[in-house]
């Protein structure tokens, strides 16, 4: 069944999230023939409940979906949609239409308005997400989206009120934990795709009379990346492990933070390789590597969920470090 799913993302993804449509997103194209695609095509349901319309399946059984949502650098946040109405559906809640995207935190001011900073796929999905302080988790409109970077979907939020626009989400679940992990597998996604391009690129670059990919020097910093690449994608299929939709914290939290590391030496060599050809607005690479550092600050950095793993450590009975990971890091 997963091989199945993902089969028929990879063909979906690739003749639909064009580059072309990713370029356009990031000028405020809001993707909705893409989404539609998308939603009849039943990938938005896969986690839902069989009884409410939806094909029953685990973070899990996902998981190679998620690795090609970031593959196909897909500009709606569909991970996150899946989670969303998978859990609203459990609860007999209503469910919004169209993409819902997460907002880990909100800041309520004095008058009663509300902003979200730095929402990932925040210029693209029409719902947000977010806990209200005191209050719990709610589902928003999206509002006033402003870009927070040039050419990036993130974006900051505004609202002035949050009653008129609000729904209940009132589901005793760790929003935070599920984000890290869907975002870690777009990242191994991304980072795969990354790999493969640089190889193809390696092989194609003619320099001296024969492909850049010949030279020694070359090979060894792409044996590199895929050292990284690879051990990305294992703590990413580690955070969504499991059959239902919460995924273990600590795996969560292993994942987005190898994740994160990996980004940035993958994003290096990645560039070395490519030269100055690869910032170019016209080369692929850039889109890549600008939305892996995107999403390693997005949902906590490195650090934050570094010392989540380190404060389990302190928590647990185990003996050293080695058996907190052979206990608690493995699925």
């Known amino acids: 069944m997963e091989d199945l799913f993902t089969d028929a993302a990879e063909r979906l993804f690739s003749s639909q999230a064009t580059p072309k449509l990713v370029r356009a997103a990031e000028t405020g194209d809001n993707c909705k023939d893409l989404w539609d695609e998308i939603h009849q095509a039943g990938f938005a349901d896969a986690l839902g409940p069989e009884d409410k319309g939806g094909a029953g399946l685990g973070l899990g059984d996902v998981f190679g979906v998620l690795m090609e949502c970031g593959a196909a650098l897909l500009p709606v946040p569909l991970g996150f ?14 469910i919004p239409e169209g993409p819902i995207t997460i907002a880990a935190n909100a800041a309520i001011a004095a008058d009663g308005s509300m902003t979200c900073q730095n929402v990932s796929w925040g210029m693209t999905a029409d719902w947000i997400v977010t806990p209200l302080p005191n209050r719990g988790w709610h589902i928003l409109k999206n509002e006033n989206a402003v870009p927070s970077l040039h050419a990036s979907w993130q974006a900051d939020l505004h609202w002035q009120s949050t009653e008129a626009k609000c729904l209940p989400c009132g589901i005793d679940f760790d929003w935070l ?20 391009m640089t ?11 024969k492909p850049i990919g010949k030279l020694q020097a ?15 994608r294992m ?5 969504c492990s499991g059959k239902g939709l919460a995924p273990n914290p600590l795996l969560a939290a292993t994942a987005k933070a190898r994740a994160g590391a990996a980004s940035v030496p993958v994003s290096q060599i990645a560039h070395a390789v490519f030269g100055a050809m690869g910032i170019t607005q016209e080369c692929d690479l850039q889109l890549h590597t600008r939305r892996l550092y995107e999403a ?25 470090s080695l058996d907190f990971v052979r206990c608690h890091l493995s699925p």
């Open 81 to 94: 949609t899946m989670l969303a109405r998978a859990l609203l559906a459990q609860e007999g809640a209503d």
């Open 296 to 320: 390693r600050s997005a949902f906590g950095s490195d650090a934050f969920w570094n010392s989540r793993i380190g404060h389990g450590y302190l928590k647990s009975n185990a003996a050293s």
């Open 235 to 239: 703590a990413a299929q580690m955070g």
């Open 218 to 232: 070359i090979q060894q910093q792409i044996s590199l990346m895929a050292e990284q690449v690879y051990a990305a």
């Open 177 to 196: 934990s599920a984000a890290a992990a869907i975002i870690a597998a777009h990242m191994a996604g991304s980072m795969g795709r990354i790999l493969t």
């Open 199 to 209: 190889i193809d690129y390696a092989n194609q670059r003619v320099q001296f009379g």
